[in-house]
């Protein structure tokens, strides 16, 4: 089984080696994605599960230390997903600094209430926990705990 690695933010430059390593699994079946990192660009985080769900790679997720932000939709698009006994995980409402008009505000603030709802769908597809419980979770900062993660679906066993 090959591994990469996500230490760090989710960015375009961490999106670049992630696809330049899956162009080269064509003949694995098996990968894994270690990953602990304090998040980052929610755009990144979900073309990097559009390739990881694209693939006919079976994926394994590992999370240590601290799961945050676009780290979670990230692992938790692994269909094994194992989360140390020593993380945390935290997820949380997407935030944006926009400027303009008080029309261009209110078209950005309906396309980010649109993207919230996305991500809870894909939360709830990857944990079976509703997007409803998501919604709730996400209107603040909520860390969780390896036992937490284990319960809400983020995890589906503990290392």
Known sequence: MNHFTIVGPIDEVMLKKFYKFVKKQEHEADVCLSISSGGGDSDVAL??????KTT???WTTQAFGYL???ASLIFCAGK???FSKAGFAMIHEGSDKITG???TIKRHAKHMERYEEHWNKLMEEFTG?????WAKHSERDTYF???????LGI???II
């Open 47 to 52: 073309a990097i599960v559009g390739i990881m």
């Open 56 to 58: 006919n790679l079976n």
């Open 68 to 70: 945050y932000s676009a």
């Open 80 to 82: 094994v997903r194992r």
């Open 101 to 103: 008009d008080a029309s």
């Open 129 to 133: 926990t509703p997007a409803s419980v």
């Open 145 to 151: 705990n390896a036992d937490e993660c284990l319960k």
């Open 155 to 157: 995890a589906t066993e």
